[in-house]
Structure formats: structure tokens, C-alpha cells
T-cell receptor
Framework: RKEVEQDPGPFNVPEGATVAFNCTYS??????FFWYRQDCRKEPKLLMS???SGNEDGRFTAQLNRASQYISLLIRDSKLSDSATYLC????????????FGRGTQLTVWP | EAQVTQNPRYLITVTGKKLTVTCSQN?????MSWYRQDPGLGLRQIYY???????DKGDVPEGYKVSRKEKRNFPLILESPSPNQTSLYSC??????????????FGSGTRLTVV
């Protein structure tokens, strides 16, 4: 079983839509969780960390469910500029040494 | 400007010819890491380093070497490149923070082709 699994999509949504991505991880010892976004032919960029209590940054909300070992990302009021691949990232242990990346979920927002 | 700098951006080489991809960060980060990214496989960790002279293997270390003699630099060495090492290579760095919630900053990538 892979360390991190994501639905690859693609998700095609109109501007203004709400879209949600889920991600599951296999190792219950994992301690830190992140969502990255990667634009075509660009490097991954940190979108947000995911905290146990859930956290929000503008139109983006991240949730963590440790019991079920899944992480979610909700994007409200989608913009054209949100089109990208979203990567779920999990680290094992208390350091950032071992990071595991999901294969990414592709999102296209159309006008 | 805070950044992770990789060189070269593009490289075409022949099988067996040793090469080094350099990575440098100016943020005084403790952690540095190398990844390769391949279609359908996503990002896979090659090696990582938690501080100077401290390195460890990731998921796909075979065929690669690293060193961390200075905090800012973390070069990736391919002693005898083979065509299956054709890939996009990314270097990343991060602070060591409590809760480990800082995440990594990535360089712009090195696209390597081995013929």
C-alpha cells in the first residue's frame, strides 16, 4: 500500500465552484501534513500546513482526521488561478526528514 | 531573496559520465532534501540531510550520492548515470521547527536526460 494516496482527478470545475480533495495516508506514526500546489512545469509550492484542529487560509480549508488517516482540502469560490496540481504530503516521525508525496490531484477551473 | 538555487537547469549527458547537480539555499535551513519526479510516479525522495554531515537515504537512493559539508549546500552526485535516471530533480530545504510544520521550499528543478 502506498504511503500517501490521492484521487488523481482531473477535476474540472467552473469558476465560483467549491471543490474538495481527499488524501489518505498509511502510516499512523505520521505527524506533519501539508498541501502543496504545483503549476505546470514549475516547482511545488507550500499551500498550507494541516493542523489537527483544522485550519483555514482565505478560500482554502484543510482538515485532518487522524482516526481515519485522511486529510482534506476544500477550495471555495474557485478562481481560474487555482488551476494546478495539488499534492498531499505527509512526514513520518517528528522531523521533516522523511516526506512522502501523493501523486497529486489535477484541478482545472474554467470560466 | 530567500531561495533554493539549483544548477544546471537542464543537462543532457551520456551514460557513465559522472555528474554533479548543485543545490544551495540562503535561508540557513537545517533540512535539505533531493527528489526526483517522474510521470505517474510523483515525487520520490532520494536523500535527505538534517544538518551538516548528517544524511540519510530516502525511497530511491540507488545510483546517487550526496554530501553536506556546509549548511547551505547539498550537491547530488551521479557517479555513473544511466538512462533510467532521466528525470526532473528537485532540491528542497526547510527549517527544523517544533511540530515540523514549516514545509519545504523547493528549487526550480534540474531536468536531466541521460542518453
Amino acid at each position: 500500500r502506498k504511503e500517501v494516496e490521492q484521487d488523481p482527478g482531473p477535476f474540472n470545475v467552473p469558476e465560483g465552484a467549491t471543490v474538495a480533495f481527499n488524501c489518505t495516508y498509511s502510516n499512523s506514526a505520521s505527524q506533519s501534513f501539508f498541501w502543496y500546489r504545483q503549476d505546470c512545469r514549475k516547482e511545488p509550492k507550500l499551500l498550507m500546513s494541516v493542523y489537527s484542529s483544522g485550519n483555514e487560509d482565505g478560500r482554502f480549508t484543510a482538515q485532518l482526521n487522524r482516526a481515519s488517516q485522511y486529510i482534506s482540502l476544500l477550495i471555495r469560490d474557485s478562481k481560474l488561478s487555482d488551476s494546478a496540481t495539488y499534492l498531499c504530503v505527509v512526514n513520518r516521525g517528528s522531523t521533516l526528514g522523511r516526506l512522502y508525496f501523493g501523486r497529486g490531484t489535477q484541478l482545472t477551473v474554467w470560466p | 531573496e530567500a531561495q533554493v538555487t539549483q544548477n544546471p537547469r537542464y543537462l543532457i549527458t551520456v551514460t557513465g559520465k559522472k555528474l554533479t547537480v548543485t543545490c544551495s539555499q540562503n535561508m540557513n535551513h537545517e533540512y535539505m532534501s533531493w527528489y526526483r519526479q517522474d510521470p505517474g510516479l510523483g515525487l520520490r525522495q532520494i536523500y535527505y540531510s538534517m544538518n551538516v554531515e548528517v544524511t540519510d537515504k530516502g525511497d530511491v537512493p540507488e545510483g546517487y550520492k550526496v554530501s553536506r559539508k556546509e549548511k547551505r549546500n547539498f550537491p547530488l552526485i551521479l557517479e555513473s548515470p544511466s538512462p533510467n535516471q532521466t528525470s526532473l530533480y528537485s532540491c528542497a530545504s526547510s527549517f527544523r521547527g517544533s511540530g515540523a510544520n514549516y514545509g519545504y521550499t523547493f528549487g526550480s528543478g534540474t531536468r536531466l536526460t541521460v542518453v
